[in-house]
């Protein structure tokens, strides 16, 4: 080895060295003081306005959320109220059609009542015209009758006995 030569001690991990630890200290303290002024403010900041605008979301969510229940609410009394309105629409629709049933009723009656009433009075005409005939007839039959006895020249008494006979043999309620 050369005697010039001095030896390098090699410096271990371990070992302190003033110098160097007090130039790490200033640049990490320089580096916290450029940080702390031109990143940890607007990196707070930011925060800030990030944690507003997540209370304003949150706000905003609880306003809509309260809003739709209330509208839920309006649609569920709605629907109620349709429900009920239907119901009682239908029930006047019933009540409607038992009247209106009714009245058809009332009225087909009062027509079959009429048709009856008048069967009966042109039954009743046609037998007041037959008994008009048969009478008529009878009285045909009675002047035929007569003519054939005046031609037998009979007497009073023999003419009486035989109208007698002959009214007698007619059936009763047709004379």
């Given amino acids: 080895m050369n005697a010039l030569a001095s030896p390098v001690i090699a410096a271990g991990i371990m070992d302190l060295n003033p110098g160097l630890t007090l130039w790490t200290a200033i640049t990490f303290l320089f580096l916290i003081l ?4 031109f990143a940890f403010g607007p990196i707070a900041k930011m925060l800030a306005e990030r944690e507003s605008t997540i209370r ?17 609410a309006q649609q569920k009394d709605a629907l109620v109220k349709a429900q009920r309105d239907a119901a009682e629409i239908a029930k006047r629709n019933q009540q ?28 009743e005409e046609e037998r007041k015209l037959a008994v008009a005939q ?42």
């Fill in 34 to 37: 450029v940080l702390w002024k």
């Fill in 56 to 72: 304003d979301a949150i706000d905003s969510a609880r306003k809509e959320r309260e809003e739709a229940e209330k509208l839920l």
């Fill in 96 to 123: 409607e059609m038992e009247v209106f049933r009714s009245q058809l009723t009332a009225q087909a009656r009062k027509e079959a009542d009429d048709l009856v009433a008048l069967a009966r009075k042109s039954i």
């Fill in 134 to 175: 048969l009478r008529a007839e009878v009285a045909d039959l009675a002047v035929a009758a007569a003519a054939r006895i005046v031609k037998s020249s009979l007497d009073e008494k023999t003419q009486r006995q035989l109208v007698a006979e002959y009214i007698q043999d007619l059936p009763a309620g047709r004379a």
